[in-house]
């Protein structure tokens, strides 16, 4: 009923750029934040970025800051990172996700999650 599905993942080499997408589809529903997770294997699942879908306010972690940078297009219901300088430790599967409140980055707290695109960066 509700679709939230990536892409623009792939392979790359350390210090080239890729832009990801997650366009929502389906019914209507509720989204105060839009966020961007990744999970490389045998690790937890790590928040990347988020924006604000009414307001458009980003907010990032540290090993994001500089280098990605989230966005949105309301029209296309879609939300997009730009990630630039990719380094090796970015490589894992990147997910977007929905929250219907501002919530504290708790993966457990999002109303939908996409199906993730790999992105792999080689030295």
């Known amino acids: 009923q509700v679709q939230l599905l990536e892409s623009g993942g792939g392979l790359v080499q350390a210090g080239d750029s890729l832009r990801l997408s997650c366009a929502a589809s389906?019914?209507?529903?509720?989204?105060?934040?839009r966020d961007w997770f990744r999970q490389a294997p045998g690790k937890e699942r790590e928040f990347v970025a988020r924006?604000?879908?009414?307001?458009?306010?980003?907010y990032y972690s540290d090993s994001a800051k500089g280098r990605f940078t989230i966005s949105k297009d309301n029209a296309k219901n879609t939300i997009f990172l730009q990630m630039n300088n990719l380094k090796p430790e970015d490589t894992a599967v990147y997910f977007c996700?929905?929250?219907?409140?501002?919530?504290?980055?708790?993966?457990?707290?999002?109303?939908?999650w996409g199906q993730g695109t790999q992105v792999t960066v080689s030295s």
């Open positions: 996700a929905v929250s219907s409140f501002f919530n504290d980055y708790d993966p457990r707290k999002y109303d939908y």
């Open positions: 924006i604000t879908w009414n307001n458009g306010i980003t």
């Open positions: 389906g019914r209507t529903f509720s989204s105060v934040v």
